[in-house]
């Protein structure tokens, strides 16, 4: 008799399991970026104060201001600004206290994070209990330019400080319309809203 083939079961050597997953590390929770002075949508206001002297003839004297506004950047580094003014006329004649609202655009071209530097432009219109200037009109218009800058205060607070030439006159809309025009040094507290 033949002996038969012995057979051999050989086993399979099992798949190696996969090895356990790797968890990646867990990143800090990423700041949003925070927002900056100037950027688009910022909404701001100031307080400000300022004092200034006529250019043209100096016996028509000084005014000095104080007032509010509020600002919106409607592009990052660029604000439209609406004050509401009072101010103080002393000049030859009687003197007057006036109200004004005017409308500026400001403009930093340098924006860093603690100082920027900006021009700024607009008009307003002034409404006095007296004449302005002495032989002027209780009613004008009030175009102004000028440059300045902020500085960066504690609390998202910034200190603002510029010049400006202002001018004051009634376009005309008046009989006598002599006109003024002043440089006004003003010196501001800017703070979020």
Not at 75 to 90: D, K, P, T
Request: glycine share 12%; net charge negative.
């Amino acid at each position: 008799m033949l002996a038969q083939p012995r057979t051999e079961v050989v086993q399979a050597a099992p798949f190696p399991s996969p090895p356990p997953a790797i968890e990646p590390p867990e990143l800090p929770e990423s700041p949003e970026a925070e927002a900056r002075f100037g950027d688009r949508g910022d909404d701001r206001w100031y307080i400000q104060g300022a004092a200034a002297t006529h250019i043209d003839n100096q016996e028509n004297g000084q005014f000095g201001m104080v007032g509010a506004g509020i600002s919106h950047f409607f592009v990052a580094r660029h604000s439209i600004n609406g004050e509401l003014n009072s101010f103080y006329f002393s000049q030859n004649g009687d003197d007057a206290v006036g109200l004004n609202l005017a409308v500026l655009i400001r403009s930093h071209l340098v924006r860093q994070p603690n100082w920027s530097l900006y021009i700024d432009g607009g008009a307003g219109v002034l409404g006095s209990t007296d004449d302005v200037p002495s032989d002027g009109s209780p009613f004008n218009f009030t175009p102004q330019a000028g440059i300045g800058a902020t500085v960066g205060l504690e609390n998202n607070r910034r200190l603002m400080v510029g010049v400006r030439w202002h001018h004051i006159s009634n376009a005309n809309t008046f009989d006598d319309n002599p006109g003024r025009d002043s440089i006004m040094g003003y010196v501001g507290l800017n703070l979020p809203r």
